[in-house]
T-cell receptor
Framework: NAGVMQNPRHLVRRRGQEARLRCSPM?????VYWYRQLPEEGLKFMVY????????ESGMPKERFSAEFPKEGPSILRIQQVVRGDSAAYFC????????????FGSGTQLSVL | QKEVEQNSGPLSVPEGAIASLNCTYS??????FFWYRQYSGKSPELIMS????GDKEDGRFTAQLNKASQYVSLLIRDSQPSDSATYLC?????????????FGSGTRLQVQP
């Protein structure tokens, strides 16, 4: 299966811990997007990356959140010192060529902060 | 005004009927429009894309776009209980400077057997 792979599917953290979410794009895709979804709400854009570059991070909170997409390996969304309000589903999507293109989503990571 | 606006529903239709889902957007220079289906607890799945004014048909689905009115819709013919899901409208919005699709909050569709 060459789809978008996210792991872990479920992540439980206590307040103050760090959460690391991983995403491998579809084969042949070099554009990765992270979205957050709260219950009964739509998808909120967080960050758009290409290999080794952050293209648009306008949706990402200025503190505690960071993202990377290294030359080798998956894209990582990192949340430091998690708070209960960070509990949400985090979806990664990829596209072959960027802006205006259709997105293909991974299965998501459900983050629960105790 | 929300950037991408959808009626949250639920929209309830009987099996076999036509379901009509609507979406309006705020950016006059938007060029790419998508409909995604999301089952409860699952990830969004692309079902239609449309880029030009008019209608685009794919099986039981028809997407309609009117850029002058900043309006895009999705029609589902012969609705089935398996179509019960939340439908998300997604739009690129270059006028905002954002380089990613903007999603509406979704319309929940219920197809009654």
């Amino acid at each position: 299966n060459a789809g978008v792979m996210q792991n872990p599917r479920h992540l439980v953290r206590r307040r103050g811990q760090e959460a690391r979410l991983r995403c491998s794009p579809m084969k042949g895709h070099s554009h990765v997007y992270w979205y957050r979804q709260l219950p009964e709400e739509g998808l909120k854009f967080m960050v758009y990356l290409q290999k080794e570059n952050i293209i648009d991070e306008s949706g990402m909170p200025k503190e505690r959140f960071s993202a990377e997409f290294p030359k080798e390996g998956p894209s990582i969304l990192r949340i430091q010192q998690v708070v209960r309000g960070d509990s949400a589903a985090y979806f990664c999507a990829s596209s072959p060529s960027g802006v205006g293109e259709k997105l293909f989503f991974g299965s998501g990571t459900q983050l629960s902060v105790l | 005004q929300k950037e991408v606006e959808q009626n949250s529903g639920p929209l309830s239709v009987p099996e076999g009927a036509i379901a009509s889902l609507n979406c309006t957007y705020s950016d006059r220079v938007s060029q790419s429009f998508f409909w995604y289906r999301q089952y409860s607890g699952k990830s969004p799945e692309l079902i239609m894309s449309i880029y030009s004014n008019g209608d685009k048909e794919d099986g039981r689905f028809t997407a309609q776009l009117n850029k002058a009115s900043q309006y895009v819709s999705l029609l589902i013919r012969d609705s089935q209980p398996s179509d019960s899901a939340t439908y998300l409208c997604a739009v690129n919005m270059p006028g905002t400077g954002r380089r990613a699709l903007t999603f509406g909050s979704g319309t929940r569709l219920q197809v009654q057997p």
